[in-house]
Every structure is written in C-alpha cells, then in structure tokens.
C-alpha cells in the first residue's frame, strides 16, 4: 500500500524544529512524501523547507522529495544524519547543509542545486564542520561545489556521482579511502584549501574507485594548498590542463593513477600555476 503525504507551505518552511534535544524524520515503509516552502520569509534565518535547531537524522524506506523555492533543501543547525531512505532534492541554493556536519551511511540521495549541494559551516572548530560518507548512493547537480566541508570531507564507501559542478570536493582535508567516485566539475575537480583554523591541507587517497574530470581553463583535477598522498585504490583522470597541482609534496606508494588515457607510475609533476601538471 502506498501513501502519499505532502505538505506544502505558502508562507515559510514547510516543517520547523525549534527546540528538541534529537529531531528523528522516519519514512514510513511504503510512504511517498512530498514537501515545499515558499519563496518568502518573514524570517530569513528559517531559511531551508525542512529547518532544525538540533541534530536532525533521516531513516526509513520510504521516499521523500524536498522542493526548495526560498533558499536551501534540508537544514541542521547542528549535526544532519541520513539513515535510509530515498530522497530527493530540488534547491534554489543548497541541497543539504549541517553546520556542524553531515553524515550519510546509507538511503539513495539526489540532490539539484543552484549552489552547493551538500555544505557544512562551522569552521571554528577542528573537529566539526566535516562530511562522512559511509555508504548510500548520491548523485549531485550543483551550480557551485557539489560536497564542500568547513574542515574535512572523508568516504569510506558509498557511490558518489557528481554529474556538474563548480568544484566537486572542497576541505581542508580531504580523504578517501573507499567507494565509488565520480567527479564532473567546470574548476577543480578535488580542492583541499586552507581554512579559517590551523590544520593540515591534504589529499590521500587510499582505496576506492576515483574518475575525475575537469573542464578547460586553469583547472586542476586535484588541487593542493598542501600535499597530495596516493596509497591506493583507482584514479582516472580527464584533464585538458593540469591533472595536479600542489604546494607542498606529492606522493604515491601504491594504487594507479591514469591521466588522459596514460597510467602513470607517479604522481606528474608539479608546475607553478597547474601548467603542464599532465606531464608524467
């Protein structure tokens, strides 16, 4: 039996948690739920069709689809946590956002967004602002970064298909040690950044699947503020410009890495500016 269920606002969020110690959203077996905001606010701080003060965790196998007309799909002020579940997202902004930060381990996640589609904020403290994808499946759309953290980004497993975007991942950090990951992005494809704390910059990567591909222009498939590690798992890279570019040292001790159709025995060398990063 299916049952449908929708709730949509015509004048603000269309579901609000303003205090609780935990906000649960269970997708009943077998329920098809729908949920849109308006395109005004009184209060532009409520500013996601699902909005939460707390730590906010989706499970269920249900399927919810999230239509967002002001600014952003689903929204944590604290910790977001997806479960199960099947849901989909349409944002004038961001998809998902969790200042302090968004785990997934497990549901089939399909985010459309203007800017980022999943965005942590708290860029105050080391140990918050990150994502962890532990499993699920996400395909993303976005019209800037497709998973952009405060601090660090980790996949341990999961499929990952960012079919556009700006950039695809931006951290400080950025780890990966599993999975599947498939990177579109007009820019950078993999961005580790210094933030607004001290921590190292870095990617490594160290097992998964990794199929980067970047547009023309000053782009780099993997782009370092700091080092680059490859351990291992697969990387394949699409890169008119510049497969690496880094401002600290660069290393592969295991793994393969293939760019533009040629394995490369280590990672290219580094160039001021990306140019010629393709050189093996």
Known sequence: ????????????????????????????????NYLEDAGTRTDAEINGTIYSDTDLTISGSGSLHVAANYQDGIVSKDDLEV??????????????????SISISGGEISIVAGGDGLKTTNSEELDRGYVYISGGSLVVEAGDDAI?????????????????????LEAINITI???N????????GINAVAGEIAADVFIAVNGGVIDVTVGSGDTD?????????IAGGDVTITAPTSSFDYDGTAEMTGGTITVNGE??????????????????
């Open 148 to 168: 952009k953290a405060a601090t660090t980004i980790t996949i341990d497993d999961g499929t990952i298909d960012i079919l556009s975007s700006l950039e695809g």
């Open 177 to 179: 040690n599993g999975g």
């Open 83 to 100: 479960l199960s579940g099947s849901i989909v997202i349409d944002a004038v902004d961001e998809g998902m956002r969790g200042r302090d």
């Open 221 to 229: 498939a993997f782009d370092s503020n700091g080092s680059i590690t």
């Open 181 to 188: 990951v498939t990177i579109n992005a007009a820019d950078d």
């Open 263 to 280: 394995q490369m025995s280590s990672i290219p060398v580094n160039q001021q500016g990306g140019r010629g990063g393709n050189r093996p």
């Open 1 to 32: 039996m299916c049952i449908r269920d929708s709730i949509m606002s015509e004048t603000g969020a269309a579901i609000v948690i303003e205090q609780a110690d935990n906000a649960y959203i269970e997708l009943a077996d077998g329920s098809e």
